[in-house]
């Protein structure tokens, strides 16, 4: 289990209250609603230190479909553990629901009402429970079990659900309503507490009907830790809200995981603050994976209704959008804001690493929603949680409604979505022409674009994911294969070799057959995307995110969706574990070429196994770390192979690999990419820090330090003692490794790079097109491929300053990154030095990316280039 061994999945941990940068109690605030967290520290919940060890205690996770084990009946109603109030807790300052009193009240609600089930669906990373709530009618097992059978027959046999007349008559159709992923987004969960009592409670005969015929979900606090601290991050100090894809975060695998049980017929998250009620559907430009003929007709009504409902409730100190001025105000102009319909751009739903938008991906229709009144100072006020609380309510109320009079034709089209998928149906973005026969709601039609909203997309027949030769990474494929299983995307083998358009494959080789369900699902997780730059100006957040082009692994797009099938595939419910230490081989190799090989090398370093680095990227470990070698088979599932005669004479002339001390100026991507890679010891350091001990003769960090790592700013003032001791260091043999200009910047200060640093537009993100030279310490498992956000590129180079990864002439492939003046665009990026190297003449040598190897722990392949390049740097001197 590859990737989810390196996932940190934390519980039973203390959680600090100290900020990352600030050390406050409650963190500040910031712009409100689902925004871009352009500067992640101001998120933090943890200290650096904590921050590192959270990051380390990873633990082993179910690697087959994530779905979480549903209930054989209902009720179930365990009793829930209550935890002692926490001191400080963000809630006592608005009132509103704490962590703490959460369990007390559904302990109390199920003693009164056999409508209420819950389960812990996973925990936070401070170690607090996760409950799903379940709002439902009785079921005996036998019910249950039948409900269990055509949620599965919707998904795997479309065909048939749609012709089920029992199942379309008796189907208690799923609506999932979820809140607080983002921590200091607190009213949400007050609203779903307030409409879960009064559907356990009340004798009203229309509650009694909507109870027999649905279940109504609810995910009370996504975020238990950021609640308690008022962060708008988890304790890993990563937004919650951007990791659906990644699942970096325990929390953002719980949704996950919960979105494959459901399988929500509807799926609404609450958030907040945006000075109006907001409700999605989103503006353009719209995720080209989505059935999108089968998600806008309700999903722009639904939002419609809402707007109808909370207007009409007249809720005191709400305000309103005026549509034809853009301004939110007191007066009652009849109108929330509906992205759709009143955002031209900048809010949209392309990446699938929002709750909602990934939610969608399981056939749903979906929305966040953003609550109106924001926060003074670190919380909303008593009063105005009041006010959000009972917006929330209304707009929960108003969409349960609306699903319950419409849940008829919102199944027959998400029955309609996994036809298409299973089937293989060519995925057609709507022209002027198909909009007019799009069935359902038509208040959408008038607004759809057909330029901007939808690009088409062109799917293929299956992704192809090689084993042997042909494969840049077996770890990073094997994660990569892990990820799409825990997704629950169907995966399978090759029995045997087969050829595809002249390529054959060997037997073993994963395969991604995309005749299936969650078709739309694998192709977002796996297709490049598009160049959309000169779509709309702005974009909500990122812009491309593929796991075939940014996770280290060889990925094949073979074919077309209308070809016939590949082959026979075994199907793949666990990836195959592999690890070998072979018998009597004094010395043994393996490749160091994807992040579990880093992890696994840092774990025999870790254990003072004798380890050496070859010049073709193998490891070799000695006799004397065998049993370590053993430990990493067992643990990370290493295939070692009997190093050669010739590997081990060369191993007179190279030295034997040391642990590494890494000193880190930068934030918790850093810090958890760092982390995750297999580096155990890593310190912080700041430039006061360093400038304090320096001055002192204290302590300054970098005194065990091998290597620096900038990922922010370190800056010295020419002359100053910080200045002085740091080039001291240097000279005797210290490495700096980094990003960005900030990196470059120290680097060249400490003169082992030279050269001029060039900033891309700050916005601008993507997949961008390099080529790894001959000779490049890259060279040996190079990449096609990288991620930027933004990029930095490098000219002038001096002499001794080298450029080890170039961006290509097309520079940009998906993403959305455009020149906002003469000199930070892609064309001007083209062919530039993307990453650069550097050596002294006393052996300490600097590598410095212009790229984006560790934005929120995604880019696996980056992080494997960024070990890579440590492993270089600390070996120079």
Known sequence: MRLLRSIAIVSGVAIAAASFTTGAAFAAPDSGGRGPDRDPDSASATSFAE??????????????????????????????????????????????????????????????????????????????????????????????????????????????????????????????????????????????????????????????????????YFSLTLNPDGRTLATRATALSLDANRDMVTLTTPEARSFVATAQALQPLYAADFHGYTGVLQVEPCGPPHGENYEYDLFIPHGYAAALQVEADVVAADIPGNTYYNTSTGVTGNTNTGNIKIPYRDTPSGWDDYPPIFTAQYAAFHGAVTATVELPKSRSGSTTTPENAIINTAVAKATMDSMVAYVAENSDAMLADQIESFRRGLAGAPKDSLTAADIAAVPGPDQWKPLWDVADDQDPVSLPRAYVIPVGDAQRSASDAEALVDALLFHGVEVGTLPRAATVAGVTYPAGSFVVDMHQPRRGLANVLLDLGTDISNKVPSMYDISAWSLAYLWGATVDKVGSTTDAAIGTLVPLHRVPQNGVLPKKAPYVAFDVAGVEDYRALNALLAADAPVWLLDDGRAVVGPEGLKAAANAVVTYDIAFEAASAADVASLAEAEVLEPLTIAVAGNQDDALALAELGFTDIVRVTAAGVQAGAAAGTPTGLENADLLWVGSQFSLAAGSAGRAYVQSWVTAGGSIVGRTNQAFTVASTYGLVSGTVVAGNNSGNGIVDVTTPEGSLFADYPQDTSFIYPAFWFTGLGAGTTAEVTYADDVLLAGHWRATNATNGPAIAAGQAAVISGESATGSRAVVFGTTPFFRTHPKGGMSQAAQAIFWAASGD
């Open 51 to 216: 921050l590192v060890k959270l990051a380390k205690t990873g633990v082993a996770a179910k690697a087959t479909d994530g779905a979480i084990a549903m209930p054989t009946s209902y009720p179930v109603q365990p009793a829930l553990t209550v935890y002692p109030a926490d001191v400080p807790d963000a809630t006592t300052l608005n009132q509103t629901i704490a962590f703490s009193q959460l369990a007390p009240r559904l302990n109390e609600l199920m003693a009164e009402s056999d409508r209420v089930s819950t389960q812990i669906v996973g925990q936070s990373t401070g170690g607090r429970d996760l409950y799903l709530v379940t709002v439902t009618a009785p079921e005996s097992r036998g019910e249950t079990a039948r409900q269990t059978k055509w949620r599965d027959e919707i998904r795997t046999t479309p065909e048939k659900a749609a012709s089920n007349t029992q199942l379309a008559a008796d189907y208690k159709t799923p609506i999932w309503i979820s809140s607080n992923i983002h921590g200091n987004e607190w009213e949400g969960t007050d609203a779903a507490m307030q409409l879960i009592e009064e559907l356990a409670l009340s004798d009203d005969p229309a509650t009694a009907a909507t109870l027999e015929d649905h279940r109504l």
